[in-house]
């Protein structure tokens, strides 16, 4: 099980791998990832960069208690979450959820469990940098 | 009783006041800790708190050396 908090843009390919090839050789059939990336736009407004805060040692406190509740609903092999924290640009990756199981059921559900889990518990919040110059808090998640 | 205090986003920019720490007599709920914290008598009802990094209710009652959190919805992901 891993949590990583980054503060500077990270590789999902990489940390995907380094994720696998940290498990048993041949102890998964499965593995489903998700990556969410920065968008140039929100809410019909151009923006041109992002902060991320979060609330140091309760987001990763509760990006645990989410990995332990999916290991709880489902049969899986290990779950990493990582995310992005501070100063972002269009592009870059902002989170990044893998799960290996032996089957794909699991880890399709898992993975989709993690993301939806942290958008809605976990202590983040994003403020937009707008085409214009302005700033502003973002103040509720797109629906899926 | 000591409490530490933390605003976080948007409410730590509303609360440019705010205070860091608050000294009391008896027991005080989380939403105490807003009104003795801040300049608005009344806590909004979509702000969020959390007592030693655990979500808690406002009527929820903290403990000499607790750290009180507020903060708006969460946007991560």
Same mark, same amino acid.
């Given at each position: 099980?891993?949590?990583?908090?980054?503060?500077?843009?990270?590789? &999902?390919?990489?940390?995907?791998?380094?994720?696998?090839? *940290?498990?048993?050789?041949?102890? /998964? =059939?499965?593995?489903?990832? /998700?990556?969410?990336?920065?968008? +140039?736009? +929100?809410? =019909?407004?151009?923006?041109?960069?992002?902060?991320?805060?979060?609330? &140091?040692?309760?987001?990763?406190?509760?990006?645990?208690?989410?990995?332990?509740?999916?290991?709880?609903?489902? +049969?899986?092999?290990? !779950?990493?979450?990582?995310?992005?924290? =501070?100063?972002?640009?269009?592009?870059?990756?902002?989170?990044?959820?893998?799960?290996? *199981? !032996?089957?794909?059921?699991?880890? /399709?559900?898992?993975?989709?469990?993690?993301?939806?889990?942290?958008?809605?518990?976990?202590? /983040?919040?994003?403020?937009?940098?707008?085409?214009?110059?302005? *700033?502003?808090?973002?103040?509720? +998640?797109?629906?899926? | 009783?000591?409490?530490?205090?933390?605003?976080?986003?948007?409410?730590?920019?509303?609360? #440019? %006041?705010?205070?860091?720490?608050?000294?009391?007599?008896?027991?005080?709920?989380?939403?105490?800790?807003?009104?003795?914290?801040?300049?608005? #008598?009344?806590?909004?009802?979509?702000?969020?708190?959390?007592?030693?990094?655990?979500?808690?209710?406002?009527?929820?009652?903290?403990?000499?050396? %607790?750290?009180?959190?507020?903060?708006? #919805?969460?946007?991560?992901?």
């Amino acid at each position: 099980m891993a949590v990583q908090l980054h503060d500077e843009s990270f590789d &999902p390919a990489r940390l995907l791998a380094e994720f696998e090839t *940290s498990l048993p050789v041949g102890s /998964f =059939g499965a593995t489903a990832s /998700f990556v969410g990336t920065m968008r +140039n736009h +929100n809410e =019909g407004d151009s923006v041109t960069a992002m902060t991320l805060e979060h609330y &140091p040692g309760m987001t990763e406190k509760q990006l645990e208690e989410v990995i332990q509740d999916a290991r709880q609903q489902w +049969n899986i092999i290990d !779950a990493l979450i990582v995310h992005r924290v =501070g100063d972002i640009l269009p592009g870059q990756p902002i989170v990044l959820t893998a799960v290996c *199981s !032996a089957h794909r059921a699991a880890a /399709f559900d898992a993975c989709r469990f993690l993301m939806e889990a942290l958008k809605s518990r976990a202590t /983040f919040w994003k403020k937009e940098t707008l085409a214009n110059g302005e *700033s502003r808090w973002v103040e509720k +998640n797109t629906p899926g | 009783m000591a409490i530490k205090v933390r605003f976080f986003a948007s409410l730590r920019e509303q609360q #440019p %006041d705010g205070l860091s720490q608050i000294e009391a007599e008896g027991v005080l709920t989380v939403a105490q800790v807003w009104e003795r914290a801040t300049s608005t #008598p009344l806590m909004p009802e979509n702000v969020l708190c959390s007592v030693n990094l655990e979500h808690r209710e406002p009527g929820e009652p903290v403990s000499d050396g %607790d750290e009180v959190a507020f903060f708006p #919805p969460v946007t991560g992901g």
